[in-house]
């Protein structure tokens, strides 16, 4: 089929669009609608990209890279920390190893990483290169996320760390995300090949597609590369070095980049018809390894079936088949969908949290696979969901407040508290007097977490942490017989186990 160019007058908007597409997507009323939905949602800045039938279809930034530089526009060059969707990159690096014969999906990990343990010494011994990529190694979901995130620990040692983390679930039965196994994994692609995950994706994926907007570090952003600074609530943050999370967390890419890594997993490993890797790579990572519950939100999208592969989670969506992965870091939140059997691939990324990349995901499915007269306004949709999100907030710092009293007053003397506290898992968290006030230092994260402790309610303190992703919490130091022998840390939140940690007085 003849391909048109067409050319529409949008700011920043670049269309490839074949002659069939242009009769079925309205693409200046799909550009208005994410504009105005980035404006409802207040989101600092978006960019989306599009790609079918190895076009780009559709992309376009919205909105500011740094809230404080009106000039600083998001552009499809924008580079945005894309987190979570790493993972992908790091499954498929694996899979082309198995293709080459340099290792095995049933390969034990202990294998390649002596070091390697977890809490029970039969699942050690079983664990495999497989059982790592697809959430399968009886860890609950993100336990022991605290071990790499803002902390000082390298690789192996937020890996030997991860023992401690008695295991919750079934061996290979029960999902559980995470991200200290693709850690792990990185490293297994280091002891294989002799270099490090970060040169292997520069080498074999960045160069070769051209990504060159793509770093595994942000000591590696070039003097001119246009950067989407992190927002949280339009509060601009500080941009966090994440590299010893690598092969879980560690990409920073643009939507320009993004699209030709979507043409070649769409395309099974080619590239402008020549094959970069063989197409079993890219097939390997889409097959289904372990069934995930479908939720009542699920079944409303009419979703019947979900499942994880290798570094993918795949479902059924108005007849076809999905691969999907959302990621998220304080001030970075991304989607990105393939849709193999209409070769449509879409990437969303934006520099505030928000939950407008779930909305626009389902709605470019909807105008993609043509649900006419089924679809949804997404962005009203999750709108919903994000005012419910707020209130739930808000009713948890009512509750805090309820548990102050008018006068709180310590049940010892302020120096019973001081000294250094030991968590077996995380490490080493210290309390001391600074201005006649109590402090209490996470030392493995001392930047992020440190927080001057308010009395709240004789040995109940409440701690405000450096990192305005998380809410306030409550420190209860455990007294026995006037002595403190421990504290635990209440700070309910989504990513982080806080309350798993229990840090016992050693000095």
């Known amino acids: 089929m003849l391909k048109k160019q067409v050319i529409i007058l949008l700011s920043a908007v670049f269309l490839s669009v074949s002659s069939r597409l242009t009769a079925q997507i309205d693409y200046q009323a799909l550009n208005q609608y994410i504009a105005q939905a980035r404006v409802n949602f207040g989101v600092t800045g978006l960019a989306v990209g599009i790609v079918q039938n190895g076009d780009i279809v559709f992309q376009n930034g919205y909105g500011l890279e740094d809230i404080e530089n009106e000039n600083n526009k998001v552009t499809t ?20 190893l198995v293709d080459q014969g340099k290792l095995s999906w049933s390969d034990k990990v202990t294998t390649h990483l002596s070091y390697f343990k977890l809490n029970d010494p039969i699942v050690t011994q079983l664990i495999t290169v497989e059982d790592l990529l697809c959430h399968r190694s009886g860890l609950k979901t993100f336990d022991g996320d605290l071990l790499w995130y803002g902390s000082k620990y390298d690789a192996k040692e937020i890996i030997k760390r991860i023992a401690k983390r008695p295991l919750e679930a079934e061996f290979r039965t029960e999902f559980g995300y995470q991200n ?77 980049d993004m699209t030709k890594w979507l043409n070649l997993l769409l395309f099974e490993g080619k590239v402008d018809g020549d094959s970069l890797f063989s197409n079993r790579s890219i097939r390997s990572t889409f097959e289904p390894r372990l069934p995930m519950k479908v939720s009542s939100f699920d079944e409303a999208l009419g979703i019947h079936f979900k499942a994880y592969a290798l570094g993918w989670k795949t479902f059924d969506y108005d007849g076809k088949k999905v691969m999907s992965h959302g990621g998220g870091l304080p001030g970075y939140i991304s989607q990105v969908a393939i849709v193999p059997e209409e070769k449509l691939g879409i990437i969303l990324l934006s520099n505030d949290m928000t939950s407008l990349t779930s909305a626009l995901l389902y709605k470019l499915l909807d105008e993609f696979l043509g649900k006419k007269g089924k679809k949804k306004d997404w962005a009203v949709e999750f709108a919903k969901y994000e005012i419910g999100g707020k209130e739930q907030d808000q009713l948890y710092s009512m509750e805090l407040l309820d548990k102050k009293m008018k006068k709180p007053v310590h049940s010892l003397p302020m120096q019973n508290y001081v000294g250094f506290y ?18 209490l230092t996470l030392l493995p994260s001392n930047q992020i977490f440190r927080s001057e402790l308010e009395p709240w309610d004789k040995d109940l303190f409440k701690v405000s942490f450096n990192d305005d992703m998380l809410p306030d919490g409550l420190v209860t130091f455990n007294v026995n017989q006037k002595k403190v022998e421990s504290f635990n840390i209440n700070l309910p939140n989504p990513d982080f186990h806080f309350y798993k940690l229990k840090f016992v007085k050693y000095n």
């Open 422 to 439: 030991e968590d077996s898992m995380y490490g080493t968290a210290e309390v001391r007097i600074v201005k006649n006030n109590l402090q």
């Open 77 to 96: 060059y924008s580079t945005f920390a894309i987190a979570s969707l790493s993972k992908a990159f790091t499954a498929t690096a694996l899979s082309v």
């Open 180 to 256: 200290i196994m693709y850690i792990a994994a990185a490293q297994i692609i280091e002891k294989v090949t002799g270099i490090t995950w970060q040169s292997y994706l520069q080498k074999y994926f960045f160069d070769p597609l051209g990504m060159t907007s793509s770093v595994t570090s942000i000591h590696a952003f070039k003097s001119n590369q246009k950067i989407a600074h992190p927002h949280i609530s339009g509060i601009k943050q500080e941009i966090a070095d994440y590299s010893n999370g690598s092969g879980a967390v560690g990409i920073h890419t643009t939507v320009n």
